[in-house]
Antibody, heavy 116, light 106 residues
C-alpha cells in the first residue's frame, strides 16, 4: 500500500510563496513520478507538475514558471513551492503517484487559502 | 495548449447505463484515464490506458477511446456512483484534465 500525506501552511498571504511537503510511504519511492495536483473551489482538477525520484521535473506551462518541486529521497518526501501567489491559487492541493499514464495513489488533500 | 472537453453534467436513473464523454484532438492516439471524485474525498482512478480497470474497481466501470473521443460507461449505475468524473491524458510531458462531469443518479 502507498500512503501520501501533504502538509504545510493553510494560509498564505498574496504575493508570498506557498510551500507544501508530501511525505510518501512507499517501498519504491525512487522509481516513480510524484505529482502535485490542485482543485480550486468550484473548479476542476489542475495538474501542477511532477518530479521523478532522481529529481527530474516537468511543470504545467500555465503556471508560468512559478512552481518549483524538489525531492528528498532520504525522507521519501517531495516538496512544492509556488511563488507570487494570488487568490486564484486558493485550492485543495493533492500529491499523487504516477504509474504508467494515470495517478493511482492520492494523498488526502490539503486546503490552502491565499488571503491577507 | 491541449484541451479536453466534458459535458458539465449527466443524469441517470438507478440501474441504467451512464455514458460520459471526453473530447480532444486525436485523443484516440493518447491514453485516457478516468477519475471519480466524491464530495470531500480525493480522486480515485477508475480507468487507465483507455479501458483498463485498476484492482478493486467494479466491473460496471468500462472505458473506450477512438478518434477524438474517449468514453466512460457505468453499467447498472448505483446511487453510490454519484460523483464528479474527470478524464485525463498527456500532452507530451503535461498532464491535462477535462473540466469534469457531475454524474447525478436520480
Amino acid at each position: 500500500q502507498v500512503l501520501l500525506q501533504a502538509s504545510g501552511p493553510r494560509l498564505v498571504k498574496p504575493s508570498e510563496t506557498l510551500s507544501l511537503t508530501c511525505s510518501v510511504s512507499s517501498d519504491s519511492f525512487g522509481d516513480y513520478y510524484w505529482n502535485w495536483i490542485r482543485r480550486p473551489a468550484g473548479k476542476g482538477l489542475e495538474w501542477i507538475g511532477r518530479i521523478y525520484g532522481s529529481g527530474s521535473t516537468n511543470y504545467n506551462p500555465s503556471l508560468r514558471s512559478r512552481a518549483t518541486m524538489s525531492v528528498d529521497r532520504s525522507k521519501n518526501q517531495v516538496s512544492l513551492k509556488l511563488n507570487s501567489v494570488t487568490a486564484a491559487d486558493t485550492a485543495v492541493y493533492y500529491c499523487a503517484r504516477l504509474a504508467g499514464s494515470g495517478f493511482d495513489f492520492w494523498g488526502q488533500g490539503t486546503t490552502v487559502t491565499v488571503s491577507s | 495548449s491541449y484541451d479536453l472537453t466534458q459535458p458539465p453534467s449527466v443524469s441517470v436513473s438507478p440501474g441504467q447505463t451512464a455514458t460520459i464523454t471526453c473530447s480532444g484532438v486525436k485523443l484516440g492516439d493518447k491514453f485516457t484515464c478516468w477519475y471519480q471524485q466524491k464530495s470531500g474525498q480525493s480522486p480515485v482512478l477508475v480507468i487507465h490506458e483507455d479501458s483498463k480497470r485498476p484492482s478493486g474497481i467494479p466491473a460496471r466501470f468500462s472505458g473506450s477511446s477512438s478518434g477524438n473521443t474517449a468514453t466512460l460507461t457505468i453499467s447498472g449505475t448505483q446511487a453510490l456512483d454519484e460523483a464528479e468524473y474527470y478524464c485525463q491524458a498527456w500532452d507530451r510531458t503535461t498532464a491535462v484534465f477535462g473540466g469534469g462531469t457531475k454524474l447525478t443518479v436520480l
